[in-house]
């Protein structure tokens, strides 16, 4: 052990008086050490009191201690915590979800994992909200508590703005052109059905190219984009119609006249050309070739023949 000298300065007190005599020159204990044994003197001394019990509230928080110390290296901690709470009322007994249409409160449930015995106090709302919005339709989610037994899940789901043919898969996507999820049903059949690659960032376009032609909209079947700069239409009855790169509007424009006063579309006819902003080419169905040919048969006969007569 080792020991300073302590050197006074100043007038001593009148204790040092007494445990140092002038003249004597002991060692005494370092400044940490003398703390110590200043209380054990005064707690054999009974100069500081201690209250009855102190000793077994003592054991019993060092016990509690250890026992929280080795749930939280055995990782029984969150266990402990669901048993604990729930067997005090507060097990998850209602899941109130909003703001849902294509996404089921199954799928939910499932995620959160709600046994019966889940305890409000325990749920991790954050992990519960991550877990809900990886689900396909949810853009955001909302989880919160309501004591003693409640969850509210609110959600913002995604829009889905048409269907999208690639390859053999059909798939519901948004605007932007995000895919949602696979197509399973028919409950999304009023969607305008988009064909081809790139056809789902390109049909973002497609509300404003149509703005002003709600007649020739409503009859599309299908929007085809080909070789990723134009599109083709297919209409209700099988004709095709062919629309430039640009200047769609003014195609529309065409087509729109064409048939109010010839009543184009309505005719045996296959496909409506309007890539060209000078002309118009048509396509006659295979049926209306044949009879084309038999008219322009007969004719050529009856011309050979007037001129025989001549």
Known sequence: MFSVTVKRIGRPSRQDDIAFPEGDSRMVLPRPLRRVVRFLVSLGTGRIYIPAHAGTVS??????????????????????????????????????????????????????????????????????????????????????????????VKLKERQAYAIWQHGQELSLIERNGSVIAPLRDNKFSNLPLVVGRDAETAAA?????????????????????????????????????????????????????????????????????LRLADRTAIQLTPEAMARRQVVLDQRTKDLKKAGQNI
Do not use: C
């Open 205 to 273: 376009a497609l509300e404003g190219e149509f703005a002003n032609w709600p007649d020739i909209k409503a009859r599309v079947k299908a929007y085809v984009w080909v070789s990723s700069r134009r599109w083709d239409l297919h209409l209700d009855n099988g004709v095709v119609v062919k629309l430039p790169a640009d200047d769609v509007d003014q195609a529309l424009a065409t087509l729109s006249k064409l048939d109010k006063e010839q009543d184009l579309l309505a005719r045996d006819i296959a496909a409506v050309d």
């Open 59 to 152: 054991a019993l928080v060092f016990l509690a201690a250890t026992g929280l110390y080795g749930m939280s290296l055995g990782g029984h901690t969150e266990a402990v915590a669901q048993a604990t709470t729930t067997a005090a009322g507060f097990a998850i007994e209602d899941v109130k979800v909003s703001g849902n249409t294509a996404t089921s409160e199954i799928e939910i449930l499932e995620l959160l994992g709600l046994d019966g015995t889940t305890s409000l106090v325990a749920l991790d709302v954050d992990a519960a909200r991550q877990k809900i919005a990886k689900l396909p339709w949810v853009e955001s989610a909302e989880v919160r508590k309501v004591y003693p037994k409640t969850i509210e």
